[in-house]
């Protein structure tokens, strides 16, 4: 059986990050609710989503239409459809990639990212485990969090968030 880097950092977390009490980003799991095989995540998924959510890519920095995205709503997964920022919580970060300061409540899980010799916090869709970014301690306040998502990652639902 061949392991993808998906799977094998799934099944070894160690090091994860622990969950804030209240509500905060839950610890990445082995196995999430929402769970398709690749063929099916291929179909479901443009070629762009499928590589940043399945195979955890990043899309070129400014190359989102979610960038300049201001109106009320909310910014759900691509992969699945779960609601995942509000859009009260963005923020202008002047990074490249869509940036929010929170999360909804049980809508996104973390974990270690040990990639690119270095640690990050990879924030992952709770529901079906799709790699949405990181998150990074530089962010506004209330929270000082940046979370700095991958556009082709999210969908956009206006109206009142």
Same mark, same amino acid.
């Given at each position: ?5 998906? @799977?094998? *950092?799934?099944?070894?977390? *160690?090091?994860?990050? @622990? ?16 769970? *398709?095989?690749?063929?099916?995540? &291929? ?47 963005? #923020? ?7 940036? #929010? ?12 990212? &040990? @990639?690119?010799?270095?640690?990050? @916090?990879?924030?992952?869709?709770? &529901?079906?485990?799709?790699? *949405? ?12 969090? &940046? ?15």
């Amino acid at each position: 059986m061949q392991t993808d880097r998906r @799977t094998f *950092l799934a099944a070894t977390t *160690l090091g994860a990050l @622990t969950a804030a009490c209240g509500g905060g980003p839950a610890e990445a799991a082995q196995r999430f609710p929402l769970t *398709l095989s690749d063929a099916e995540w &291929r179909k479901r998924l443009s070629p762009a989503a499928y590589n940043v959510l399945r195979k955890e890519g990043t899309e070129r920095p400014y190359s989102s239409p979610l960038n300049k995205e201001h109106r009320a709503g909310t910014f759900a997964c691509a992969g699945c459809g779960l609601p995942l920022f509000s859009a009260k919580t963005k #923020f202008e970060s002047s990074t490249g990639w869509p940036s #929010f300061y929170q999360p909804l409540g049980n809508a996104v899980a973390i974990r270690s990212d &040990r @990639t690119l010799g270095m640690l990050r @916090t990879e924030v992952l869709c709770r &529901r079906c485990g799709g790699h *949405l970014g990181h998150v990074f301690d530089d962010g506004p306040r209330p929270t000082g969090k &940046r979370y700095c998502m991958n556009g082709v990652a999210m969908t956009f639902r206006p109206g009142v968030a």
